[in-house]
């Protein structure tokens, strides 16, 4: 597997260009009348019309060879096991982990309503085959990505690869469109969380690359004459990421008593209430690993 240089930071804006194309990116403005090379400037945003800037994105500038719409129309298609429809799956009130399970040919998501905007979908996912000439998106919420067991896999997106190994997880939101490499039997689960935004719209024309979309909980498929991963340059920081869960500091020695559960916390889903969230994705990292990397207290003067 290449290895994969990447950018980092946390609210960062970001850019990116391919060296075959200097000067791709538009200097001073984001769509200007003729951009550089011929490109088509396109914007992928989150709900930021809706929100303050406080809880929202700033959106993403891609630039192409080819305009997204170019496209021809979604129809409907087999949905599998995956079911938006979760009060029709029976009741289980027995204690619900990340645990490994068993590598099946069918596997039972348990899954919250799409249409109410507030609420999260969790699946279980298995797969021993890479996507070739077929990408995935999802016009229902954002997807946080964690594998139960690895070897680890390549995910392509428009803004890029990223190699997710293990004790890593990785966030792919709404819209974005991308593919799996794995190598070898994967298996894992997908915290989907679902928030109000667009769809986009429809045009039609030739066929050769399928493009696999989940709205409000169904799948539909749509075919294009080229790979959706055609951007020569892009900047924003509505982006795809992953984080290496090793690197998260909980704490870990306490006096008496067990700890505010928040301590535990990497990454939270708000709600529409203040003080009140959607899902919470927590670690318990292993113990008694103080003496590995000794802290060095800091001195205080009063």
């Not at 799996?180 to 045009?203: I, Q, S």
Request: aromatic share 12%; proline share 8%; with cysteine.
């Amino acid at each position: 597997v290449a290895f994969f240089q990447y950018l980092s930071g946390f609210g960062n804006e970001f850019s990116s260009e391919d060296p075959c194309c200097p000067g791709a990116l538009p200097e001073g403005q984001n769509n200007p009348q003729v951009c550089p090379y011929g490109l088509y400037a396109e914007q992928l945003a989150d709900i930021i019309s809706l929100f303050p800037n406080s809880i929202s994105l700033f959106p993403s500038w891609f630039y192409r060879i080819l305009p997204f719409v170019r496209h021809k129309l979604y129809t409907a298609m087999h949905c599998g096991s995956l079911t938006e429809k979760w009060d029709e799956v029976e009741p289980d009130p027995n204690q619900l982990q990340l645990l490994p399970f068993s590598i099946t040919k069918s596997i039972k998501p348990s899954a919250g309503d799409t249409k109410s905007l507030n609420r999260i979908g969790i699946h279980m996912f298995t797969c021993n085959t890479s996507m070739v000439d077929r990408f995935a998106s999802t016009t229902d919420g954002d997807f946080l990505i964690g594998q139960s067991n690895m070897p680890l896999i390549v995910i392509t997106t428009e803004f890029g690869k990223m190699m997710v190994e293990p004790n890593e997880i990785c966030v792919i939101q709404k819209e974005m469109r991308f593919s799996v490499d794995v190598f070898g039997e994967t298996r894992g689960y997908v915290l989907e969380v679902y928030r109000p935004g667009t769809h986009r719209c429809d045009c039609k024309v030739a066929t050769g690359y399928t493009v696999i979309n989940k709205y409000q909980g169904k799948l539909f498929s749509s075919q294009q004459d080229f790979s959706p991963f055609n951007l020569v340059t892009w900047h924003g920081n509505y982006t795809p990421n992953k984080y290496n869960l090793e690197n998260f500091m909980v704490i870990k020695c306490v006096a008496f008593d067990h700890a505010d559960p928040s301590i535990f916390t990497v990454l939270t889903a708000k709600s529409t209430r203040p003080g009140v969230t959607i899902a919470d994705f927590v670690i318990f990292p292993p113990l008694g690993e103080w003496l590995t990397t000794p802290l060095d207290p800091p001195t205080t003067t009063v």
